[in-house]
């Protein structure tokens, strides 16, 4: 609630609240939303001519090249990319404090090797390892969302182990040791929820991360197959035609850009609400 | 007496800075082993078996044992480790299964037109991030401060395949200022270089600011401006000097990004880059390319990283006391 009423006094974060929030609930809704349904390829989505129709009454933001309304597809576009965003991202930020926490609480050799592995991954160039992963495996929904998530968790290990070695050095564990508290109690029940702001801050930055690359992989046709629509295979599939249907590629563009933003507006605002000593990323 | 204590603790300095350089190398070196070491993983541990992609669909048992063997893929696994090491450092990354050419020098040729664009593209998005962040940061709350705010928002927030489309649409197609695509004249690194620096200038405009900030409070350009200087001869020759090492610790961290970004830019703009290279690659499954792709993208992500932490005390004797 102190949370909801700080992040409300911020216009920026209040306007990617209300986007988040209107943008779930329509990718929650698309089916009673939608107008036609995303696959219909209609016969009068198409011009005489077989060219996409712009958008009109009848056709919110237009049809396109095969002739299915555009609005339809973006809602259940926003379910795919959405899921993938929330599965993908959640499970990078689960690895993440995981091997975060077990680097920064064991040091010693193992900790040193998983750290030393974090960087090694961090040599890397996300969006290729992404590509590289995704070109080897079969693209699918849950293979793209489990490529997003093992090249993304890097950052949030990073972090994590910054903050559960600061962790470690404090009185509070060491006397919970003293009392006799064993590793995975103190793992646990106290560094753990010490945690919980840093992983809440990077559960939301990471989404805006993972619809990106999500787009960026269906754009480059490794992610998402059609005919499942999702944000970046829409503008996939009607590229080769952007000259002549501009609105194909801007709207969902600039919906990948509003959703994104929000949640990097929202993400920020938490990390000052909620930790007011780690202003600013950089 | 005076001048020998300084001549001993210069080269102490000295000393410092080459073992750091040392110790520097070493960990680039091993980190490269490293990076090695997975693309050699992922190559042969999944499931795509390379004999197979080489040899075809139509190919029998036969063919493909042979070619197996022939690419060695019946050694154990460590043996098979040493010959990717040994190829890598003679610049062999293998061959193409589509192109039935050396990747090595498929890359090698791309290379110099994927430089071209970086450098373009990090020349955009620092004279842009310079010209805002030093703006804001003297006009604090002003207009300017507040659009570079938002637009480091914005910026990291735009997919870049929209942003070099929309580019595209605007510039090329609609107000047909540059070339729609392809490489050749200055006019055509414009639009791809717009690309790839407008999106970080943002985020760069807002690192020059908080440093321009950091420095401006110190007393030192108090005194500057006590003494009467300039506006423009504090900024330049006191203060930002010493803003410059997170401005250049950035750009090493930038090329990983640019690394990324040059796929779907150079993709877009048919700039005939490694970029692109590696986006062939993908639709034809052409695995070797893609991993001499990424290999050479890591390559670069860890030499500019080094470059940036051996230029940091250069420039700045703090770091080298330490």
């Given at each position: 609630?102190?949370?909801?009423?700080?992040?409300?006094?911020?216009?920026?974060?209040?306007?990617?609240?209300?986007?988040?929030?209107?943008?779930?609930?329509?990718?929650?809704?698309?089916?009673?939303?939608?107008?036609?349904?995303?696959?219909?390829?209609?016969?009068?989505?198409?011009?005489?001519?077989?060219?996409?129709?712009?958008?009109?009454?009848?056709?919110?933001?237009?049809?396109?090249?095969?002739?299915?309304?555009?609005?339809?597809?973006?809602?259940?576009?926003?379910?795919?990319?959405?899921?993938?965003?929330?599965?993908?991202?959640?499970?990078?930020?689960?690895?993440?404090?995981?091997?975060?926490?077990?680097?920064?609480?064991?040091?010693?050799?193992?900790?040193?090797?998983?750290?030393?592995?974090?960087?090694?991954?961090?040599?890397?160039?996300?969006?290729?390892?992404?590509?590289?992963?995704?070109?080897?495996?079969?693209?699918?929904?849950?293979?793209?969302?489990?490529?997003?998530?093992?090249?993304?968790?890097?950052?949030?290990?990073?972090?994590?182990?910054?903050?559960?070695?600061?962790?470690?050095?404090?009185?509070?564990?060491?006397a919970e040791r003293s009392l006799g508290a064993g590793h995975f109690r103190i793992l646990f029940m106290h560094i753990l929820p010490h945690l919980m702001p840093t992983a809440i801050v990077w559960g939301t930055l990471g989404i805006a991360t993972t619809v990106l690359l999500e787009a960026t992989l269906?754009?480059?046709?490794?992610?998402?197959?059609?005919?499942?629509?999702?944000?970046?295979?829409?503008?996939?599939?009607?590229?080769?035609?952007?000259?002549?249907?501009?609105?194909?590629?801007?709207?969902?563009?600039?919906?990948?850009?509003?959703?994104?933003?929000?949640?990097?507006?929202?993400?920020?605002?938490?990390?000052?609400?909620?930790?007011?000593?780690?202003?600013?990323?950089? | 007496?005076?001048?020998?204590?300084?001549?001993?603790?210069?080269?102490?300095?000295?000393?410092?800075?080459?073992?750091?350089?040392?110790?520097?190398?070493?960990?680039?070196?091993?980190?490269?082993?490293?990076?090695?070491?997975?693309?050699?993983?992922?190559?042969?541990?999944?499931?795509?078996?390379?004999?197979?992609?080489?040899?075809?669909?139509?190919?029998?048992?036969?063919?493909?044992?042979?070619?197996?063997?022939?690419?060695?893929?019946?050694?154990?696994?460590?043996?098979?480790?040493?010959?990717?090491?040994?190829?890598?450092?003679?610049?062999?990354?293998?061959?193409?299964?589509?192109?039935?050419?050396?990747?090595?020098?498929?890359?090698?040729?791309?290379?110099?037109?994927?430089?071209?664009?970086?450098?373009?593209?990090?020349?955009?998005?620092?004279?842009?991030?310079?010209?805002?962040?030093?703006?804001?940061?003297?006009?604090?709350?002003?207009?300017?401060?507040?659009?570079?705010?938002?637009?480091?928002?914005?910026?990291?927030?735009?997919?870049?395949?929209?942003?070099?489309?929309?580019?595209?649409?605007?510039?090329?197609?609609?107000?047909?200022?540059?070339?729609?695509?392809?490489?050749?004249?200055?006019?055509?690194?414009?639009?791809?270089?717009?690309?790839?620096?407008?999106?970080?200038?943002?985020?760069?405009?807002?690192?020059?600011?908080?440093?321009?900030?950091?420095?401006?409070?110190?007393?030192?350009?108090?005194?500057?401006?006590?003494?009467?200087?300039?506006?423009?001869?504090?900024?330049?020759?006191?203060?930002?000097?010493?803003?410059?090492?997170?401005?250049?610790?950035?750009?090493?961290?930038?090329?990983?990004?640019?690394?990324?970004?040059?796929?779907?830019?150079?993709?877009?703009?048919?700039?005939?880059?490694?970029?692109?290279?590696?986006?062939?690659?993908?639709?034809?499954?052409?695995?070797?390319?893609?991993?001499?792709?990424?290999?050479?993208?890591?390559?670069?992500?860890?030499?500019?990283?080094?470059?940036?932490?051996?230029?940091?005390?250069?420039?700045?004797?703090?770091?080298?006391?330490?």
């Open positions: 609630m102190r949370v909801l009423k700080a992040m409300l006094r911020q216009p920026a974060a209040l306007f990617g609240l209300i986007v988040v929030v209107v943008v779930v609930a329509m990718a929650i809704a698309a089916p009673l939303i939608a107008p036609y349904s995303p696959d219909n390829q209609m016969f009068d989505g198409l011009t005489l001519e077989g060219a996409p129709m712009p958008p009109s009454d009848q056709f919110l933001l237009g049809t396109d090249t095969l002739g299915r309304d555009l609005f339809s597809r973006l809602l259940f576009g926003a379910r795919t990319s959405l899921v993938i965003g929330l599965v993908a991202n959640g499970i990078a930020v689960a690895i993440g404090l995981f091997i975060g926490i077990l680097s920064g609480y064991l040091r010693g050799f193992v900790g040193g090797l998983l750290m030393r592995f974090t960087d090694l991954m961090m040599a890397f160039p996300a969006l290729l390892l992404a590509i590289v992963l995704a070109a080897l495996l079969r693209p699918s929904l849950w293979i793209v969302a489990m490529v997003i998530a093992l090249v993304n968790w890097v950052q949030v290990a990073r972090i994590v182990y910054t903050e559960t070695r600061g962790l470690v050095e404090r009185d509070f564990i060491l269906s754009f480059l046709g490794i992610g998402v197959q059609p005919p499942q629509p999702s944000w970046g295979n829409i503008i996939f599939e009607s590229q080769s035609y952007f000259q002549a249907a501009p609105w194909l590629v801007f709207f969902p563009g600039a919906i990948i850009l509003l959703t994104a933003l929000s949640f990097n507006l929202v993400g920020d605002a938490l990390r000052d609400i909620l930790d007011p000593t780690q202003r600013g990323r950089g | 007496m005076r001048c020998a204590t300084f001549s001993i603790r210069r080269s102490a300095g000295v000393a410092d800075m080459a073992l750091l350089i040392l110790r520097r190398l070493v960990q680039t070196a091993l980190i490269l082993l490293g990076v090695a070491a997975i693309t050699f993983l992922l190559l042969y541990a999944l499931p795509a078996d390379p004999a197979r992609m080489i040899a075809g669909r139509s190919a029998t048992a036969q063919t493909v044992a042979n070619i197996r063997r022939e690419l060695g893929l019946d050694q154990p696994l460590l043996v098979q480790f040493w010959a990717y090491l040994q190829g890598i450092v003679q610049g062999d990354l293998g061959r193409s299964y589509a192109q039935k050419t050396d990747v090595g020098s498929l890359i090698a040729a791309r290379i110099p037109a994927t430089l071209v664009l970086m450098a373009a593209g990090i020349l955009v998005e620092v004279l842009l991030g310079l010209t805002f962040g030093i703006i804001a940061a003297l006009r604090r709350g002003g207009a300017v401060d507040r659009v570079v705010m938002m637009a480091s928002f914005v910026g990291v927030s735009a997919p870049q395949f929209v942003v070099a489309l929309l580019l595209l649409y605007v510039f090329a197609v609609t107000l047909g200022w540059f070339p729609m695509s392809g490489f050749g004249t200055p006019a055509h690194v414009v639009l791809p270089a717009a690309t790839l620096g407008i999106l970080g200038a943002g985020w760069y405009a807002r690192m020059v600011r908080s440093a321009m900030i950091d420095v401006l409070n110190q007393d030192y350009v108090r005194t500057a401006r006590a003494k009467g200087l300039s506006s423009a001869r504090i900024i330049l020759r006191h203060a930002l000097p010493n803003a410059m090492l997170p401005i250049i610790a950035m750009i090493g961290i930038d090329i990983g990004q640019f690394m990324g970004g040059v796929v779907v830019v150079e993709a877009v703009y048919g700039w005939p880059g490694i970029g692109q290279l590696a986006w062939q690659a993908i639709q034809q499954v052409d695995i070797p390319i893609i991993m001499g792709v990424t290999l050479v993208s890591a390559l670069a992500i860890v030499l500019g990283n080094l470059v940036a932490d051996i230029i940091a005390p250069l420039i700045d004797p703090r770091i080298r006391a330490r």
